[in-house]
């Protein structure tokens, strides 16, 4: 989920092109005439017997992967979403004749805020202007074939999506409510009864009542086959021999750092001669030797105590100029340090409110006002945060021109370079609580200085610690050795405690999973789990994607539709029991007329809930029962009903008032209500009518 969100995120024009050469209309024929063809090739998947073709289907989730920065089996998974999306949509649109024309395109456009707001698209008013934009489209197709080529990647999306807007408001503008519905719905949500009511329980009767068989639980799954439908799937068991570095390694890897910290003396085998060799305590040029001895470049900025490394932050932050600490251990690195410098006050956190004006660099289009006029509001803004600082977070709420206004002005934590000059200068000349009034390119700022923290600079030298060649082929070795012995016994967890290896064991893994709990990327693994060639209880070798292996043993082959009777029996039981004890309770208390009789016989109290509706199903003290809730509304006054089944207990209830809502000379609001409850409800549920309708074939294993 995180990574659809990620993704619907993007703007329109940087989303990920899913509808490329699948529309026969696109932007580009509305600027030059022409049409984008793709080659065919095999395909990965067929919707309606219409191919998906292979080489397209690559280059999107190449494109998916690389812009997104998300694993394979997530870029499949979402290009094959969203393509089949695409698909079904346009072959609906080609049904139907629907296409998208200039206008239509221009309002998708217009809703991206990237594009509106890009100064290349906008006219001399500060505008947007179409025109400008095909224009502009039509020149990359002559000066930069590369990035048209891009562009009409990008188009076919947009096209796509003007489509699905023209098919969605179609279907919305034929799915009117009458005033009689808006009247219903009024009265649901407005007419209330106060209730009386005696719940018994369905937990408070003994289980050991009932003993559904093997039969009755078969017989309930096969009437409730939609409840329990299962994909195909597998189960596995593995070990993971991770290849991590040895005591030996780290202790070898310090020994190098260690050795370079100060300057040595060494004997040169080719020339015979002794040469004296910079340590990091002693060089004069800090660049180059980090260049030389560290896995990354010398970090020239400045850090605060936070910005070091956790466990040394105090150390560090300590030392003087000149001094050299380590080798310490951050993370999974081993680093020695130098501390080469130290900024008093050089972090700095203000708060400010903006002022702009017309010309102003950055300057919202909207903005008229003179640099004259804004300076006069800015000296008025200034005179009043001095006379009150503690109101400074109000008036730049109320008054800032700045992206920061919704945050009280507050700017964060910055050094130099990361602000225009004068602000930065004002701030680090301040002491903290100065307010004062600085103009720069964007406007005019009324700066209040908040916090200041010193800043060091280091040079770090880098080791990662990685296993070294003898501790990685003692991994190699150790897990060949488990491998064979593993095949050989054909029981892998035998030998594992033979080993005393840990055995993680896992079901229902699906044709397209990629992760196994804790081991990310397995979906050569997976791919060898549902082989044709596959039996159970073979055993394999794979290598892990951030070193080591896993060795893994099928145990279980779960076909398509295949329920597993021993996995679901509890649940059913559990269902099954509900309404063996519903049936139960309706029989022995069949002859009590009253609640007072009811809760007399049952040692229960009654109960009460006062201004039920019945847009709100939730009965107090009980729970969700929408059934018991509309009873109610269908008795007459002080009449207690039947025993009613409910979804947590078996009730009798009386209702003790009723209130009916006052009549309305409309109900049209109401109805306009259901009109955008059931805009939103289409805008998921027509795409989902859709695909269960259409006959769809995935190849997508076959290729990944």
């Not at 969100?5 to 024009?13: A, H, K, T």
């Not at 190098?256 to 990091?280: C, H």
């Not at 016989?601 to 003290?621: P, Y």
Request: hydrophobic letters at 35%; a negative charge.
């Amino acid at each position: 989920m995180a990574v659809l969100g990620q993704i619907r995120q993007r703007s329109v024009f940087l989303i990920l092109v899913i509808g490329m050469a699948l529309f026969a209309f696109v932007i580009s024929g509305v600027f030059d005439g022409n049409s984008a063809n793709s080659s065919s090739s095999e395909p990965i998947g067929v919707v309606n017997d219409e191919e998906i073709e292979l080489t397209l289907y690559r280059q999107l989730v190449e494109n998916t992967e690389r812009n997104y920065n998300i694993s394979t089996m997530q870029a499949v998974n979402t290009v094959w979403d969203q393509l089949t999306r695409a698909t079904i949509f346009r072959q609906e649109f080609e049904r139907l004749g629907i296409d998208a024309g200039k206008e239509q395109i221009e309002m998708i456009l217009r809703q991206d805020e990237q594009i509106i707001q890009e100064p290349r698209f906008q006219n001399e008013a500060g505008f947007f202007d179409f025109g400008i934009f095909t224009n502009y489209i039509n020149q990359l197709r002559i000066e930069t074939p590369q990035a048209y080529a891009n562009w009409k990647m990008q188009e076919e999306n947009i096209v796509g999506l003007a489509k699905e807007n023209i098919y969605l408001d179609l279907i919305r503008s034929s799915s009117g409510f009458t005033e009689l519905e808006g009247k219903i719905a009024y009265h649901s949500q407005n007419d209330k009864v106060n209730l009386k009511f005696v719940q018994l329980p369905f937990d408070e009767v003994p289980d050991s009542l009932f003993n559904p068989t093997d039969g009755e639980i078969r017989a309930y799954i096969n009437s409730h086959k939609n409840d329990y439908k299962t994909e195909a799937s597998r189960s596995v068991r593995y070990v993971v021999f991770p290849e991590l570095a040895s005591a030996a390694d780290e202790n070898q890897l310090r020994g190098e750092l260690e050795k370079i910290k100060s300057q040595r003396v060494e004997y040169n085998d080719v020339s015979k001669l002794t040469d004296t060799i910079e340590g990091l305590s002693t060089t004069q040029n800090i660049t180059e030797f980090v260049e030389q001895h560290s896995e990354t470049p010398f970090d020239s900025i400045y850090k605060t105590k936070g910005n070091l490394a956790s466990e040394y932050a105090d150390i560090l932050f300590d030392l003087n100029p000149g001094d050299v600490f380590g080798p310490y251990k951050d993370g999974n690195q081993l680093k020695v340090s130098r501390f080469l410098d130290r900024k008093k006050g050089g972090s700095i956190r203000a708060s400010h409110i903006l002022i702009t004006y017309q010309g102003a660099s950055r300057a919202n289009p909207n903005i008229t006002r003179t640099s004259e006029e804004a300076n006069t509001l800015a000296r008025e803004l200034y005179r009043k945060a001095r006379r009150n600082p503690d109101d400074f977070i109000l008036l730049a709420s109320e008054n800032s021109e700045g992206p920061t206004r919704t945050m009280g002005g507050d700017l964060g934590f910055f050094q130099e370079g990361m602000m225009t000059e004068k602000f930065f200068d004002f701030c680090n000349r301040s002491k903290v609580g100065r307010i004062g009034l600085v103009e720069t390119e964007f406007g005019f700022h009324v700066i209040k200085v908040t916090d200041k923290e010193d800043v060091v600079l280091t040079a770090d030298i880098v080791k990662t610690i990685v296993p070294s060649e003898e501790t990685s082929n003692e991994v190699f070795q150790r897990t060949t050795q488990f491998e064979m012995e593993s095949i050989r016994e054909k029981q892998l967890d035998t030998v594992a405690n033979k080993y005393d290896y840990e055995v993680k064991f896992v079901q229902r893994i699906n044709l397209l999973d990629e992760n196994l709990p804790n081991l990310p990327r397995q979906r050569n693994l997976v791919q060898w789990l549902f082989e044709e060639d596959t039996k159970i209880g073979d055993v394999k070798r794979f290598s892990i994607t951030n070193g080591g292996y896993v060795v893994a043993q099928l145990t279980e082959i779960t076909p398509e539709g295949t329920v597993n009777f021993e996995e679901v029996k509890p649940d059913v039981i559990q269902e099954i029991l509900k309404d063996e004890k519903a049936e139960y309770l309706l029989k022995i208390h069949a002859d009590h007329q009253t609640l007072s009789s009811l809760a007399s016989a049952t040692n229960k109290e009654i109960e009460t809930a006062s201004s039920v509706t019945q847009e709100n199903t939730v009965l107090a003290g009980a729970g969700t029962e929408p059934y018991i809730i509309g009873t109610a509304f269908a008795l007459e006054l002080n009449q207690p009903s039947a025993l009613i089944k409910g979804n947590t207990g078996v009730y009798m209830i009386e209702v003790s008032a009723k209130e009916v809502a006052d009549e309305m000379e409309s109900y049209s609001a109401y109805a306009n209500a259901l009109q955008n409850e059931e805009s939103i409800r289409i805008n998921t549920s027509i795409y989902e009518a859709l695909r269960s309708s259409a006959e769809v074939e995935d190849n997508r294993q076959l290729y990944y």
